[in-house]
């Protein structure tokens, strides 16, 4: 199981939404298939066929809760998922 899956399933779980690394979240996202562009600290991302346009700011490193909380429900809503690499 890749890191991304186990970020993935940590996510989806909900249990630890203050402790999850803002890069690994990101990465996340961008293997998700979301477009990223950088204004200052804020991180938006969107993606094709997703309402939602995600807001992050990184707090000592981390995501901020409420907003792991938004990618969830992000996540969930539209049923992402990591695609399989041919390595």
């Known amino acids: 199981m890749s890191k991304l899956e186990k970020l993935l399933i940590k996510l989806l779980r909900g249990t630890s939404d203050a402790n999850i690394d803002f890069d690994e979240l990101r990465n996340l996202l961008l293997r998700l298939g979301f477009e ?21 700011q990184p707090k000592a490193g981390k995501a901020k809760p409420y907003q792991v909380k938004q990618v969830r429900n992000v996540i969930v809503k539209y049923q992402l998922k990591l695609e399989e690499d041919d390595e």
Do not use: F, M, P
């Open 36 to 56: 990223e562009r950088i204004k200052g600290s804020h991180h938006i991302l969107t993606k094709e066929g997703v309402e939602e346009i995600l807001n992050l």
